[in-house]
């Protein structure tokens, strides 16, 4: 042979680098990428609309484009690292949480001096004259398919000490966005072709002094290094009922970690939920054996000769937490034959072109848009209704259930496949139907015999 011992620990070095280059490419580089929305990111936009006697003023927007993933509260935080020793004079919309030392500066202070401001947008029910078109929404941004009337927000600064021309301002550069944790990796500032505006009588087109761009992606790894939803089955065929996996989203812990979860029949159960903490955004969830905030139940329900039906349940088990716009996307083969929906809007996503197999769907805008916190308003829930398809349509093997499900974005964790609700085995059937055929027939042929 070939191989020899003394070659081993060579061989074995270079299949571990191997693996590790592979692993680099298999799990890094597509954290990031979503394949049910390959296209999607948060897009900042900063337009340096006019010059000053020593920098510009900008609008800066960002662009919500993922299909369904929202920034929910208390929403997103910009940062950024500035490129030489800018300061920013004023703002509007939105405010740098630190001022900074601007001991230097007399009369006029500076609104922040930090070399790296980080901004937030303020608060509904602002004063007028501190708003501008798209600001202070509290930081939320819905998705570009759910509400794009509410997919960007805008925020107006007066920057000093960064030059006065295209050709002596400075990107800044560094972007961070959290929104409202981590989960975004955002990329250079590229200088990209002035924006240019249309008079809302559409006869005269302006044209802002610089235009850069700011592209962010969204890794539900970085965002939480735990699920944050699971997935539950079940069927009229079958009495078993698939729960979420155990210890999907982390384990009860209590007992090194008094107050991981929360019994519902606790007699403390008020004070505990109500109790003041650092980050009333941290989840308190409900003691179950999955220990998720979320989870989202699939039963299969009727069957009919040309149609069958599916309840959707989705429950919420964290106590400190209303979803509000919430929104589920859930792949399935037969969403190219959707009938009818009941109590949730529907919009067929494709992914890959001309495969209609994924489809949004979120609540009602004042009936069940809301997703109360754990408790017993805490779920909404609607059904489907689907045609047969005769060259496709079956029972067997799983195909009555989802092949993914996403929270607001958020891939949930499915059960194994092998623990799904099956079909009665029709193999035994037909064995106990040939064993009843011969009884019967040898008792027909020993009848006859007997009297011939």
Not at 62 to 74: D, E, G, K, S, V
């Amino acid at each position: 042979m070939g191989f020899c011992l003394r070659s081993l620990p060579q061989f074995t070095a270079y299949a571990i680098s191997l693996v590790l280059f592979l692993s680099a490419f298999t799990f890094t580089s597509t954290e990031a990428y979503d394949p049910l929305d390959p296209n999607g990111n948060l897009t900042i936009k900063w337009d340096v609309i006019s010059w000053t006697p020593d920098g510009y003023v900008a609008i800066v927007t960002m662009f919500n484009f993922q299909q369904y993933r929202h920034i929910q509260a208390p929403g997103w935080t910009l940062g950024w690292t500035w490129a030489k020793k800018e300061v920013i004079w004023s703002m509007v919309g939105a405010q740098t949480t630190e001022q900074g030392d601007c001991s230097k500066y007399k009369g006029n202070v500076p609104h922040c001096c930090k070399k790296d401001p980080t901004v937030v947008d303020l608060l509904p029910g602002t004063p007028y004259n501190q708003q501008i078109a798209n600001c202070c929404k509290g930081g939320v941004l819905n998705s570009w398919v759910q509400d794009p009337s509410n997919a960007a927000s805008s925020f107006q600064v007066s920057v000093g000490g960064a030059g006065t021309t295209n050709k002596t301002v400075k990107v800044p550069k560094n972007f961070t966005l959290k929104a409202p944790g981590p989960g975004y990796t955002c990329g250079p500032a590229k200088i990209v072709k002035p924006t240019k505006y249309v008079t809302a009588d559409g006869r005269r087109v302006t044209q802002v002094m610089m235009t850069w761009n700011i592209t962010c992606t969204y890794s539900q790894f970085l965002a939480q290094k735990t699920p944050t939803c699971c997935v539950s089955l079940s069927s009229f065929y079958n009495e078993t009922i698939v729960p979420c996996p155990t210890c999907t989203c982390g384990c009860q812990n209590n007992s090194t970690h008094p107050g991981s979860c929360v019994d519902k029949k606790s007699p403390y159960l008020a004070s505990v939920v109500s109790s003041p903490s650092k980050n009333n955004y941290a989840p308190l969830v409900q003691c179950t054996s999955h220990m998720c905030p979320i989870r989202v139940h699939w039963h299969v329900k009727l069957n009919y000769k040309d149609y069958w039906r599916v309840k959707v349940t989705v429950t919420n088990f964290n106590y400190r937490m209303n979803y509000t716009q919430w929104n589920m996307v859930v792949q399935h083969p037969n969403f190219d034959n959707l009938t009818q929906i009941f109590s949730f809007n529907y919009k067929p996503l494709t992914p890959y072109a001309a495969i209609n197999d994924t489809a949004m769907l979120w609540g009602v805008k004042f009936y069940n848009d809301f997703l109360s916190q754990a408790g017993p308003l805490g779920n909404v829930q609607s059904e489907l209704l689907f045609r047969k398809d005769s060259s496709t349509f079956t029972f067997e093997k799983g195909w009555a259930f989802p092949r993914r499900i996403y929270f607001n974005g958020d891939n949930c964790v499915m059960p194994p496949p092998d623990s799904y609700p099956y079909l009665p085995n029709a193999s035994s059937r037909q064995q106990i139907s040939l064993l009843t055929l011969m009884v019967t027939l040898f008792s027909s042929l020993a009848f006859y015999f007997a009297y011939v």
